[in-house]
Antibody, heavy 126, light 109 residues
Framework: QVQLQESGPGLVKPSETLSLTCTVS????????WSWIRQPPGKGLEWIGY???????NYNPSLKSRVTISVDTSKNQFSLKLSSVTAADTAVYYC????????????????????WGKGTTVTVSS | SYVLTQPPSVSVAPGKTARITCGGN??????VHWYQQKPGQAPVLVIY???DRPSGIPERFSGSNSGNTATLTISRVEAGDEADYYC????????????FGGGTKLTVL
């Protein structure tokens, strides 16, 4: 069974770059889509972006100028970088797999998040 | 951009039926997915493609979607169902973007 584990610094200084990695175990990262989601304290879920194992990406327009998601198939990992962080970026960050169980999976809109990591808390503070 | 509207809270007595709505413009034309999040835990998929249940999710959880409203229904509610519930769709009008509803806190009285 596929499991996801987020890792990275729990504390980042304002204006610096937040870097997180999601390690996939129990299965291959290839042939799937992968996503990052975050949740500020006491608030709802916010989608950050997704990446296909081949490297194609799509980002939340509200974060697009600051976000980079990349994949390393040799390590079965994908990563998130968020630049110029502020206190508003303080959140629990989750990685998730996008899965499609439809008879036709031709479009990303056929996919849903079936496996999630446990999340990692990132605080932005000096 | 596409907006999903959920009630902030729903309360229900044990053994009764809880209905959590998710409103959106012509949401019936989209596939809706629902996630359950208990305090301090990651979200868990409970309904996908409007009404399908992943393995391991009790039959008490069901979903429907029509017109401008999708609904997550939890029958014979148990104390363990107390959680936040989020609906999710894709906004494909301009680009393929994930949209979450604001979440609904289910309280079991």
């Amino acid at each position: 069974q596929v499991q996801l584990q987020e890792s990275g610094p729990g504390l980042v200084k304002p204006s610096e770059t937040l870097s997180l990695t999601c390690t996939v175990s129990g299965g291959s990262i290839s042939s799937y889509y992968w996503s990052w989601i975050r949740q500020p304290p006491g608030k709802g879920l916010e989608w950050i972006g997704y990446i296909y194992y081949s490297g194609s990406t799509n980002y939340n327009p509200s974060l697009k100028s600051r976000v980079t998601i990349s994949v390393d198939t040799s390590k079965n990992q994908f990563s998130l970088k968020l630049s110029s962080v502020t206190a508003a970026d303080t959140a629990v960050y989750y990685c998730a797999r996008l899965w499609c169980s439809s008879t036709s999976c031709y479009d990303i809109s056929d996919y849903y998040m079936d496996v999630w990591g446990k999340g990692t808390t990132v605080t932005v503070s000096s | 951009s596409y907006v999903l509207t959920q009630p902030p809270s729903v309360s229900v007595a044990p053994g009764k039926t809880a209905r959590i709505t998710c409103g959106g413009n012509n949401i019936g034309s989209k596939s809706v997915h629902w996630y359950q999040q208990k305090p301090g835990q990651a979200p868990v998929l409970v309904i996908y493609y409007d009404s399908d249940r992943p393995s391991g999710i009790p039959e008490r959880f069901s979903g429907s979607n029509s017109g401008n409203t999708a609904t997550l229904t939890i029958s014979r509610v148990e104390a363990g169902d107390e959680a936040d519930y989020y609906c999710q769709v894709w906004d494909s009008s301009s680009d393929h973007l994930v949209v979450f509803g604001g979440g609904t806190k289910l309280t079991v009285l």
